[in-house]
């Protein structure tokens, strides 16, 4: 909005020129989303709380579990309504809204959004309380990939090759099957990140980490002079991600102030199954998604616990690991659920540097 309507008056103007720089609008929209995560959770918390929308700790599988988190029991939940309110309206501040893929982007957060507030309103309810069904939020996930693969894939401008890190020189076509690709990494990454959503600032932070590194990835990408310098794709128009992902990093903040260790309110589903689709989805925009898979490393593992843990079992009769997903199994190592938050925050940002750190490496 205000690149829209100030931007124009520069000749009247002069200091609205600095709105033409998509570093100083990225900047703004990090502190104008942290701001307004801050002021929202002031109205949200107390109205969720009054509302009875809260967490169910309640663990069938596990009695240890329970006990351990046993005190969580009734902290508000779905605080990732105001993590997206205050996405959506510093991005409809600071973003160009003519752009297609701050348009995409702002689909996919909203879709997976009301997804993901669906599943949380049903676990609200005692009848239902598990929420919607895997095979339910399967589908409802697969269809919104395959969407944003088609919009993809009928857009001429817009490369259907996949480029791999650490080569420079080797591209792959993927053609039709580039839409079964976007669906993958939208389904995975979505529900990466909601696995990993089970301690206190556990996934806001390391989503904080991940959004700041796709920013960066997302200027580099959408500038001529560095992506020919570094041997990266030049992606017209994806420099503007730069202030989507600079939001969703100023809204992670600001909810982790409410969120950490002993969290105030979880941001539910709403919250996990939105930021982490919609990471996917830009990762997708600027050809990172394989980096994407070093990058969101701690998702990656905590995903692959889970499926380990559940595979095993199944065709061996034995678990690998205490309890999946991987950060309760260090909770039943004896590890404070402080200890494991700060050290998984530790290995996201070395995850993050290395990340940044292959762009060289080509």
Sequence with gaps: ???????????????????????????????????????????????????????????????????????????????????????FITVLLWADLTNKFILLSLFVSL??????????????????SKGLSAKAKLFWQVLLGLIVGAVLYLDPNFSLNLSLPFLKNVVIDAGLFYILFAALVIVATSNAVNITDGLDGLAIGCISISALTIAIL??????????????????????????????????????LWYNCHPAEIFMGD????????????????????????????????????????????????????????????????GWDESKVIIRFWIIAIILALITLATLKLR
Aim: contains cysteine.
């Design 270 to 333: 709403v919250g996990s199954l939105a930021l982490g689709g919609t990471l996917g989805a830009i990762a997708i925009f600027i050809k990172k998604e394989f980096l994407l898979v070093l990058l969101g490393g701690i998702f990656v593992i905590e995903a692959a616990s889970v499926i380990l843990q559940v595979g095993s079992f199944k065709l061996r009769k034995k678990r690998i690991f205490k309890i999946a997903p991987l950060h309760h199994h260090f909770q039943f190592l």
């Design 111 to 128: 879709y997976l959004g009301l997804l993901g507030a669906k599943d949380d309103l049903l676990k609200q309810k005692g009848k239902v």
């Design 1 to 87: 909005m205000f690149y829209h309507f100030l931007y124009p008056l520069r000749d009247i103007f002069f200091g609205f020129n600095v709105l033409h720089y998509i570093t100083f609008r990225a900047a703004m929209a990090a502190v104008t989303a942290f701001v307004l995560c801050l002021i929202l959770g002031q109205i949200f918390i107390p109205k969720f709380a009054s509302h009875k929308i809260r967490e169910k700790v309640k663990k069938e599988d596990s009695d240890k579990l329970d006990i351990l988190h046993g005190h969580k029991a009734g902290t508000p939940t779905m605080g990732g309504v105001f993590i997206l309110l205050s996405l």
């Design 218 to 255: 997302s200027y580099i990408s959408g500038n001529l002079k560095f992506s020919e310098y570094l041997f990266l794709p030049y992606i017209q128009d994806a420099g503007e991600l730069t202030v989507y992902c600079s939001a969703i990093f100023g809204a992670s903040l600001g909810f």
